[in-house]
């Protein structure tokens, strides 16, 4: 195999209009140089693992675009996969920089994605395409529903509750049990009695 040189041109004026912020350039950098190693013959297929990245970072760039030029996202560019990288610059290539500030357009990008892979051959990324699909918002087939009632009471109901409880226990309790804990009235005040035995 032959080996690879690259020459970068230099010199060449930034847009003023339309400048890409700090993660679009390490989104094209590296997804540039995944395409060169694929030319070049480096064979990556995608996993379904690939595509949840993509289509977490998508989502974080419709959400709130700006929170991908913090140091964290961009560094986490450089932890993708080639296919992963790949994959994220088709998905916010697809519809440019709309997708970026809408999210419902993303969503509905992401899930015709996922129908796509339906028809993958390895069964394992068909059956990951069909379980994130299970999982869309709008289908709701794996999706874990939980209710929280919260009962407001007042102090008084509070109160008038622990005193039927501790009744109720007072009921049920043999007498043998009960111990009267009743203060003697030639005792002090601060509740403790001295034994004269001592």
Same mark, same amino acid.
């Given at each position: 195999?032959?080996?690879?040189?690259?020459?970068?041109?230099?010199?060449?004026?930034?847009?003023?209009?339309?400048?890409?912020?700090?993660?679009?350039? =390490?989104?094209? +950098?590296?997804?540039? $140089?995944?395409? /060169? &190693?694929? @030319?070049? #013959?480096?064979?990556?297929?995608?996993?379904? *693992?690939?595509?949840?990245?993509?289509?977490?970072?998508?989502?974080?760039?419709?959400?709130?675009?700006?929170?991908?030029?913090?140091?964290?996202?961009?560094?986490?560019?450089?932890?993708? =996969?080639?296919? +992963?990288?790949?994959? $994220?610059?088709? /998905? &916010?290539? @697809?519809? #440019?920089?709309?997708?970026?500030?809408?999210? *419902?357009?993303?969503?509905?990008?992401?899930?015709?994605?996922?129908?796509?892979?339906?028809?993958?051959?390895?069964?394992?990324?068909?059956?990951?395409?069909?379980?994130?699909?299970?999982?869309?918002?709008?289908?709701?087939?794996?999706?874990?529903?939980?209710?929280?009632?919260?009962?407001?009471?007042?102090?008084?109901?509070?109160?008038?509750?622990?005193?039927?409880?501790?009744?109720?226990?007072?009921?049920?309790?043999?007498?043998?049990?009960?111990?009267?804990?009743?203060?003697?009235?030639?005792?002090?005040?601060?509740?403790?009695?001295?034994?004269?035995?001592?």
């Amino acid at each position: 195999m032959n080996p690879i040189y690259l020459t970068p041109e230099v010199n060449i004026p930034m847009p003023e209009n339309d400048t890409p912020d700090e993660f679009s350039i =390490t989104l094209n +950098a590296a997804a540039a $140089t995944a395409k /060169l &190693l694929a @030319d070049a #013959g480096l064979n990556f297929t995608p996993t379904g *693992a690939d595509l949840d990245v993509a289509a977490a970072t998508v989502r974080q760039a419709a959400r709130n675009p700006a929170k991908l030029n913090n140091l964290a996202p961009i560094r986490g560019l450089m932890k993708q =996969t080639p296919a +992963a990288l790949l994959l $994220t610059k088709e /998905l &916010l290539d @697809d519809f #440019g920089h709309q997708v970026v500030e809408d999210a *419902a357009h993303i969503r509905h990008l992401v899930t015709n994605k996922l129908v796509q892979e339906t028809d993958n051959p390895d069964p394992r990324i068909r059956l990951r395409a069909l379980e994130l699909l299970g999982k869309v918002g709008d289908v709701g087939l794996f999706s874990e529903k939980r209710e929280v009632t919260v009962t407001h009471q007042t102090t008084d109901d509070v109160k008038e509750r622990l005193r039927s409880k501790l009744q109720h226990l007072l009921e049920k309790a043999p007498e043998a049990d009960m111990l009267d804990i009743t203060p003697d009235e030639d005792e002090e005040d601060d509740g403790f009695k001295e034994d004269d035995d001592e």
